[in-house]
């Protein structure tokens, strides 16, 4: 691959998050571990979503759609981590490096459309009960999942365009443990402010528009569970509701903290952290949050042990 200054850069090496060995074998234990919780916790929850008739609902299908996002997000990087850190040649091909930042950045935008979408759902729920079967019906929530799923793919292509022509100079060493946008910016040699400012207003965009739909939808919550006039009532509302605040609060803190900030700002090992969290710990606590939380999860999944 040419670059603009025709400096050839056809791999990238990825400095990871220790480069002493005996760190690298403890964290590969760590997120090994980690990893298979997500995957477990996260194929439970569909599996249970699937054969359990009570989770038929909307609610339940947008969390099954959670959970296959979270999968797909966290198995975009976490598998290559975990090669790495037992591996000596830390080489990311160009075209790896590039298809591992595209489909990374495009299902975590469809995860941030996605749970704009369930505090939606929620929204209609609490404050529009009469009418929800009618508003949430099956074929709008099966919209709603595959738009979900089109808009994340075709949103991320411009961050993706503007990163990869950038002008590298032949630097190839990301320090970091994965391709990801603010990492090749970094690596660029001229001045990069206009695409800077372009993917900041894209990210701005991106990541406010759904975090003000959801402040808004749950305001409006907030005001109609109060007027709820049992207690046993508000207690389930704001129970509902804030297993996906949680969520919300964890994946959108982080991923604003990674991508709306000044490269000059940028700290190659705080950067890291905020990376495993949405990368791995987002992931991880899902589907504990939805079910230690969940009574009619924690229901299904007594059913199918049962059986």
Known sequence: MLWKNDTLVNEFILLGLSRQPKIQISLFIVFALVYTVILIGNILIIILVLIDANLHTPMYFFLSNLSLLDLCYSTSTVPRMLKDLLSVNKTISYSECAAQMYISLSLGESECILLAIMAYDRYVAICFPLHYTTIISKMVCIRLAIGTWICGFLLSISHVTLTLNVDLCGHNEINHFLCEVPEILSLGC????????????VGVIILMTPVTFIVISYI???????????SSGQRKAFST???????????????MAAYMKPRSSSQPGTDKMIAIFYFIVTPMLNPMIYTLRNNDVKAAFQKLIKK
């Open 190 to 201: 001229e001045n990069i402010m206009f695409v800077e400012l372009i993917i900041f207003i």
């Open 220 to 230: 409006n919550i907030i005001v109609n569970i109060l007027k709820i006039a049992s």
């Open 241 to 255: 509701c804030g297993s996906h605040m949680m969520v919300v609060t964890v994946f959108y803190g982080s991923a």
